[in-house]
Structures are given as structure tokens and as C-alpha cells.
Nanobody
Framework: VQLQASGGGWVQPGGSLRLSCAIS????????QGWYRQAQGKQRELVAR???????SYADSVKGRFTIFRDNANNTVYLQMNSLKSEDTAIYYC??????????????WGQGTLVTVSS
């Protein structure tokens, strides 16, 4: 199973970016998908997560600004980031809990995409 994240870049404060994460490989079903981030010198933290049933949850720091959603047909999860702040600067990683065709489970990380918010 591979996760290909994209969409990072540089944006000014107040701007928007949309991250995407395409999941490919041996997938029987997807349980939960999430976005994490790691700023320089800090621990990786959960930003947003969406369950199999479609229920999203967010870190308090991004509530009302970020939206996680997915395209089940294409096994892609997105993170729409609006009203970006300098403190959102980090490497963003996608993560997925899935079931393989042999009914084993995997937790897989994407390669990370850098988001820089500055003027």
C-alpha cells in the first residue's frame, strides 16, 4: 500500500491550500484516514481525522479553518486549509488505517508535504 501526498507549498497568511492523499495498492476497506503535521522542533500532532462512517474530528487549533473530506471512489483523502496562519507551517503527513485483501490490517504513512505560511 502506498500513499501519495501532494498540494503543499508556500502561501501568505490568510490564504488557502488543499492537500490530497491518494491511496493505492492492496485495499479491501479503509477504516480511518487522517492528516498529521510536524513543525520544526515539535512532535507530530493530529490535525484532522475522518472515520469510515464519515465522521470528522479536528485539532482545536484548526477547527473552523480546516476541512477533511474524501473521495471514496478514488481512495483519496483531502485537507482543505483556509485562513492559514504562520503557526500552520509544518510538514503534513497523511495516514490511513486499512484492511488488506487477506483481512490483515495496515497503518500506513505518506511521505509528507511541506506547507509554509509566511509573508
Amino acid at each position: 500500500v502506498q500513499l501519495q501526498a501532494s498540494g503543499g507549498g508556500w502561501v501568505q497568511p490568510g490564504g488557502s491550500l488543499r492537500l490530497s492523499c491518494a491511496i493505492s495498492g492492496d485495499i479491501f476497506s479503509i477504516n480511518a484516514q487522517g492528516w498529521y503535521r510536524q513543525a520544526q522542533g515539535k512532535q507530530r500532532e493530529l490535525v484532522a481525522r475522518i472515520t469510515r462512517g464519515g465522521n470528522p474530528s479536528y485539532a482545536d487549533s484548526v477547527k473552523g479553518r480546516f476541512t477533511i473530506f474524501r473521495d471514496n471512489a478514488n481512495n483519496t483523502v483531502y485537507l482543505q486549509m483556509n485562513s492559514l496562519k504562520s503557526e500552520d507551517t509544518a510538514i503534513y503527513y497523511c495516514n490511513v488505517d486499512l484492511i488488506r485483501s487477506d483481512l490483515g490490517s495496515n497503518n500506513v504513512w505518506g511521505q509528507g508535504t511541506l506547507v509554509t505560511v509566511s509573508s
